[in-house]
């Protein structure tokens, strides 16, 4: 049934908001995806030759195996294989099945704005759950001081915690457009989603009653001033549109960005949710949305049988026939976590809500409607393998690596299946490369071309989450626990600031509370395995011998490329404890308006998404194969 926000006769004015350099950079990324597409087949075709070939060498090598010894070398093959095709299946399913089957239909949505004062009226709604009271008066503060006509839009901030209403009150002698609202003590059910339906309830209950569009922003997210006026053209031009979203971005990235956090971020908001816009398949982001009320009540208000409540209402909302579009601008800043806690947790919270949104979609609710059950299955099959892939890598290849025995299976007396190996596996490397390289050109080089390697150190916190989705029995064998909600990221933060004046008291603090474990496990793994291979090559093996037993072991490229991957990420918590640099000030990444009072992030801390990472590590792999192939044709 067509749906209309009855916005589509307003009569406003409507402008394009995008530079002409801005013009051309959309439509080198529309053939960036399409180039994509062609490029994700051809990986498959490319992965499924060597995976082909290599599983036919073990085979027939477990046929011709009359001695046991030679079994448990079949079976790490066989390991080994089986953790490359999960990273296959996981680049497929997640990242490019839309872009081969919408390529040619996709567009993106327009960067536009609204000019003057006719313009509709918006509830702009803050969610507030306990974090800081100076975090909070900043948004606060920024939404109340919007390029928006006053009278045209409400500022409602939505407190779970009963702890910020005096601080409000006094706020709001200087913007009467400010009201406040705290649920109950006894109603605090569905967190979030609950506190949002709420908040449509009290601004239904003012004077006027509720506005036309409804808005909202997570207590950390500070709007730039021209927020309001580009979301708002999608609904008058499309009076089907039901919901808009846009990008998350950070304005406090430390220097150097140990962690890694900008490259999640760029990786979520300039390669995913930019493919969803251009694809049609928008999904909710959870803060600096803008919704039509009509549809937030066609849908009874907000999801709340999830802990992700955005992607859930943006899946119910565009079953019911309305549009969800996802802008690939940026008009809001937000905290990343200030500690290596914080962003376990963070990284937790983040996975239990994708987890949760999967089996949410299973539900009789959804279960109904085909583009729900496809795109379920997609999410399943790309999760499973993800999980896989990732615990394997970080765990089974050093553990492989240190068994001694060969990680793929060949006839060593045949040059020329050796040969074939090297260059199939090279072919597949390079083309996997090249795909990650048009991701990465998508977000302007600001991401690694091979992702999911980049963050490795993540799978001990990914794997409690992945075990309370599908196997909830063993879940308390987990590294870490995560509620079931958690408040902004912005309250993330284990220690407090003097236990970081030392480097040592540092490396104590992760040692004894970030769960490093496993890390410490890992890295013992790689370490050993290495020194015991390198002292293979040099003592036990010359000539021929020598060149057969690298290319069988961790000096396959491909498994070089995954080992060395593994052990930069179990480097990673030792390193940030004894070199991170010291925390700024929030305030430093600032700069107030003095009539206001509202901050707004400067123009460095904008910056430091510009940031491009260099891959000297992917270059020295690419290099090495070359070597190693050429070396085969030599000898």
Not at 421 to 437: E, H, K, R, Y
Not at 453 to 467: A, C, E, R, V
Not at 586 to 613: C, F, I, M, N, W
Request: glycine share 6%; hydrophobic share 40%.
């Amino acid at each position: 049934m067509a749906r209309n926000n009855r916005l589509g006769a307003t009569d406003v004015c409507i402008e394009p908001a995008e530079s002409q350099g801005e013009k051309q950079s959309r439509s080198m990324k529309v053939k960036l995806f399409k180039w994509q597409a062609v490029t994700a087949a051809i990986c498959i075709v490319a992965r499924s030759s060597i995976l082909y070939f290599c599983t036919i060498c073990t085979i027939r090598e477990l046929q011709q195996s009359k001695h046991p010894a030679l079994i448990p070398a079949n079976v790490v093959a066989c390991v080994f294989l089986f953790t490359e095709m999960m990273f296959t299946l996981r680049r497929f399913f997640a990242q490019h099945l839309q872009a081969i089957a919408y390529g040619p239909k996709a567009a993106f949505h327009p960067h536009l704005r609204v000019t003057g004062n006719q313009v509709p009226q918006i509830d702009v709604l803050i969610f507030s759950c306990g974090e800081k009271l100076s975090v909070l008066l900043d948004t606060a503060r920024a939404a109340c001081s919007l390029d928006y006509p006053p009278d045209k839009f409400r500022v409602s901030v939505l407190d779970d915690s009963n702890s910020v209403a005096d601080a409000i009150k006094a706020l709001k002698t200087q913007f009467p457009n400010l009201f406040y609202s705290a649920r109950k003590r006894t109603d605090r059910s569905w967190h979030k989603a609950g506190n949002i339906n709420h908040g449509l309830q009290f601004v239904a209950s003012l004077p006027g009653g509720p506005c036309e569009l409804v808005a909202g922003l997570d207590v950390d997210m500070i709007p730039e001033k021209q927020w309001l006026r580009h979301l708002v053209p999608h609904f008058c031009r499309n009076p089907t549109m039901g919901l808009v979203c846009v990008n998350q971005r950070s304005y406090n990235v430390p220097p150097g960005d140990f962690l890694g956090q900008l490259l999640q971020m760029d990786q979520m908001q300039l390669v995913r949710n930019t493919r969803q816009d251009f694809t049609g398949e928008g999904i909710g982001t959870g803060t600096g949305w803008m919704a039509s009320r009509v549809a937030l009540d066609a849908n009874n208000g907000f999801a709340i049988d999830g802990i992700c409540e955005d992607y859930l209402t943006s899946v119910d909302i565009a079953a019911s026939g309305w549009k969800v579009a996802l802008l690939d601008e940026d008009l809001q800043w937000g905290l990343l976590p200030e500690s290596l806690n914080g962003h376990s947790k963070q990284a937790q919270r983040w996975l239990s809500a994708v987890l949760s949104f999967h089996q949410a979609l299973g539900t009789p609710k959804r279960s109904t409607n085909k583009g729900t059950i496809k795109f379920k299955f997609i999410a399943d099959v790309s999760t499973i393998a993800y999980g896989m892939g990732m615990s394997l890598c970080y765990f089974g290849i050093p553990l492989l690596v240190l068994s001694g025995l060969p990680l793929v299976v060949v006839h060593l007396e045949d040059s020329g299946q050796i040969r074939k190996l090297l260059v199939l596996g090279f072919v597949d490397f390079v083309t996997q490369s090249a795909l990650g390289f048009l991701e990465s050109w998508t977000a302007d080089f600001t991401i690694y071309s091979w992702h999911e390697p980049s963050h490795l150190w993540h799978t001990p916190w990914y794997i409690g989450p992945f075990l309370r989705r599908w196997f909830p029995r063993f879940a308390a064998l987990t590294v870490g626990t995560v509620s079931k909600f958690s408040p902004s990221i912005s309250t993330a933060n284990e220690s407090s600031e003097d236990r970081y004046t030392s480097r040592w008291k540092r490396l104590k603090v992760v040692c004894t509370e970030c769960s490093v474990l496993p890390h410490l496990f890992v890295l013992g793994a790689c370490i050993v395995g290495g020194l015991s291979f390198l002292n293979n090559i040099f003592y036990q093996y010359d000539g021929a011998s020598k060149f057969e037993y690298i290319i069988t072991h961790v000096g396959y490229p491909p498994a070089l490329f995954l080992w060395s991957s593994a052990l930069r990420n179990a480097c990673t918590p030792f390193w940030y404890a004894l070199f991170v640099p010291p925390r700024m000030e929030r305030e430093k990444y600032l700069v107030r308006d003095e009539k206001s009072g509202a901050a707004y992030p400067t123009r460095e801390a904008k910056d430091q998404r510009h940031r491009r990472v260099k891959e000297w590590h992917l270059v020295f792999t690419l290099v090495y194969f070359l070597g190693v192939l050429i070396w085969s044709y030599w000898l």
